[in-house]
């Protein structure tokens, strides 16, 4: 019965490779989101999907590109991996505004190494 | 603007004592503030959550304090316990617009002593 669910857990990986990160939620929630937290803990947001599209990029290299091919799928590739990538990505989700419930429910977190 | 500032960056606390841990913000439009608690290993977890149309909501042992005027809030922990020992993140979003972000603060590291 696992809410937001990510796959993988781990991923070490070297430099210049391409990778992705799935993200699934059965919430029935509209809205899905990719946080990045760094090695000091602050956790900041990456992209905003809403009913499937994008509603927040904020400044993030292009080498990453969401894709949501469902409202229940977010995932995230990463093209020509680098050293400072390296971090816990996070995916999220949250109801409409107009349910009136304001949670955003994170998954367990993917943490990605860069060598 | 969009920053939230928290503070402090660590706590050590006595089981059975009392864990502050204070928020400042800028951005008047935001309209939702949640604390999460994050172990070590997992995805942060909503703990408790406020507007700003009310000054003080208490759920347990957790209770968030709210100063509209002073644009700060806090997390009170009261009987704190070991259990407790985790991060904590205030944070701030608009939530009326459809997939706003958390502005998170930048975490407390709360270590409770048996």
């Known amino acids: 019965d696992t809410a937001v669910s990510q796959t993988p857990k781990y991923l070490v990986t070297q430099m210049g490779n391409d990778k992705s990160i799935k993200c699934e939620q059965n919430l029935g929630h509209d809205t899905m989101y990719w946080y990045k937290q760094d090695s000091k803990k602050f956790l900041k947001i990456m992209f905003s999907y809403n009913n499937k599209e994008l509603i927040i990029n904020e400044t993030v290299p292009n080498r990453f590109s969401p894709k949501s091919p469902d409202k229940a799928h977010l995932n995230l590739h990463i093209n020509s991996l680098e050293l400072g990538d390296s971090a816990v990505y996070f995916c999220?989700?949250?109801?409409?505004?107009?349910?009136?419930?304001?949670?955003?429910?994170f998954g367990p977190g993917t943490r990605l190494t860069v060598l | 603007q969009q920053q939230v500032k928290q503070s402090p960056q660590s706590l050590i606390v006595q089981k059975g004592g009392i864990s502050i841990i204070n928020c400042a913000y800028e951005?008047?439009?935001?309209?939702?503030f949640p604390w999460y608690q994050q172990f070590p290993g997992k995805g942060p977890a909503l703990l408790i959550a406020i507007r700003p149309d009310v000054s003080e909501k208490k759920e347990g042992r957790f209770t968030i304090s709210f100063n509209k005027s002073a644009k700060q809030f806090s997390l009170h922990i009261m009987d704190s316990q070991p259990g407790d020992s985790a991060t904590y993140f205030c944070a701030a979003s608009i939530v009326k617009q459809a997939g706003t972000a958390l502005i998170f603060g930048k975490g407390t590291t709360l270590s409770v002593s048996s």
């Open positions: 951005n008047t439009a935001f309209d939702y």
């Open positions: 999220a989700s949250s109801p409409a505004p107009s349910s009136g419930k304001d949670t955003q429910y």
